[in-house]
């Protein structure tokens, strides 16, 4: 299967900074990319979906201003978080799908970055 | 709209005891099935797959049915070790991009 890396997985910044968090497939090229955010003993929120060379398709109540989502290249995809505040710490994982359409396609999920705004 | 129901945990059990984890799905359409697994510290990855009904995924000693007259896929596993401590996330895919993800369930294991 495909395997994604994130960088950092593990950050800790100030309140009111800017962080920016990168999502690699090392051996798939991957037109679609997905950020989700984790919250403690909790389920994955799909926050947006990523497509390269183009924009960033956000789900409901997640602030596109916010989280900015950049896929320039169909191995790389970066999510920056804003003037992040501490409601904003949380485990941030992305995941590349193996492809476009089947129903029977799995993703394959980075290690997660985990955020920390003091 | 679509939607994934699991048991609530943590489920709390001893090594070699039998473990199940009920998932119910609502979906339109024809879902494929998954189940991840979510080890501290770590990100998701795949533990087993069905694509289609009467569908058996099994992986490491899990087993999973894809049951479409009650809608379920229930994971088994017959005797738990230690190191299957983790969260366990049902989830359905339609097609298209999105994964639907259940809540996830706790499972502590003890020696």
């Known amino acids: 299967g495909a395997v994604v890396s994130q960088h950092p997985s593990w950050v800790i910044c100030k309140s009111g900074t800017s962080v920016k968090i990168e999502c690699r497939s090392l051996?798939?090229?991957?037109?679609?990319m997905f950020w989700y955010r984790q919250f403690p003993k909790q389920s994955l929120m799909l926050m947006a979906t990523?497509?390269?060379?183009?924009?960033?398709?956000?789900e409901q109540g997640v602030e596109k201003d916010k989280f900015l989502i950049n896929h320039a290249s169909l191995t790389l995809s970066t999510l920056t978080v804003t003037s992040a505040h501490p409601e904003d710490s949380s485990f941030y994982i992305c995941?590349?799908?193996?492809?476009?359409?089947?129903?029977?396609?799995?993703?394959?999920f980075g290690p997660g970055t985990r955020l920390t705004v003091l | 709209g679509d939607s994934v129901t699991q048991m609530e945990g943590p489920v709390t059990l001893s090594e070699e005891a039998f473990l199940t984890i009920n998932c119910t799905y609502t979906?339109?359409?024809?879902?494929?099935l998954f189940w991840y697994v979510q080890y501290p510290g770590e990100g998701l990855q795949l533990l087993l797959k069905?694509?289609?009904?009467?569908d058996k995924g099994s992986n490491k000693g899990f087993e999973a049915t894809y049951r479409k007259e009650t809608t379920s896929f229930h994971l088994e596993k017959g005797s738990v070790q230690v190191s299957d401590s983790a969260v366990y996330f049902c989830?359905?895919?339609?097609?298209?991009?999105?994964?639907?993800f259940g809540a996830g369930t706790r499972l502590f294991v003890k020696a």
């Open positions: 069905a694509t289609k009904a009467d």
């Open positions: 979906a339109t359409g024809y879902p494929s």
């Open positions: 989830a359905l895919h339609t097609g298209g991009f999105k994964t639907i």
């Open positions: 990523s497509n390269e060379g183009s924009k960033a398709t956000y």
């Open positions: 995941s590349v799908s193996s492809s476009g359409s089947g129903s029977g396609d799995e993703q394959f």
């Open positions: 051996d798939f090229q991957a037109t679609t």
